[in-house]
């Protein structure tokens, strides 16, 4: 396995797990090299995480998709491309709870909730594709939404 931080292609691995429904073995391992520690997983190539669409079509889960929607909801937000890409990475990581299929719902809601947290213009932005908010009304109805939750949250932390 190569270390991605270095490169180095010598690692030890320190811990091995199943998860789930052990379909799915996380290891954690130790670059040889740096010293670094990072996590691989390993899932049995006949049953790749499949993602269950709204009209139960089935296709492979593809990270670049996801990236992609992040990079749209992102345009021109103060955001690295490294933070898309950890957050992929940790979108992906949830995902390893599922075994065999996850529905497309529970991922946009995982990617809502995070953008939720980091970018409230992102949020609105992804929310407005992926919850295709049929007309303007609905649209205005999420933003006050988001907007009170926002008061509440910042009347909480001024109340602390
Ligand atoms: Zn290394």
């Given amino acids: 396995m190569k270390c991605p931080t270095c490169d180095h292609p010598e690692d030890r691995v320190i811990d091995s797990r199943p998860l789930d429904s052990a379909s799915v073995i996380r290891r954690r391992r130790l670059c040889l090299h740096c010293g670094k520690r990072y996590t691989t997983y390993e899932r049995v190539e006949a049953t790749p995480l499949m993602v269950v669409k709204s009209d139960n079509r089935r296709e492979p889960f593809n990270r670049g998709k996801v990236r992609e929607g992040l990079l749209r909801a992102f345009q021109k937000r103060p955001v690295t491309p490294d933070a898309v890409e950890k957050l992929v990475s940790e979108i992906e990581y949830e995902l390893q709870d599922f075994a065999l299929e996850v ?58």
């Fill in 103 to 160: 529905p497309s719902s529970e991922i946009g809601e995982r990617i809502l909730k995070k953008l939720y947290a980091l970018d409230p213009v992102a949020y609105v932005r992804f929310a407005s594709v992926y919850k295709k908010f049929s007309d303007l009304e609905d649209f205005l109805r999420e933003l006050a939404r988001l907007k009170k939750a926002h008061q509440k949250r910042a009347a909480k932390i001024i109340a602390a």
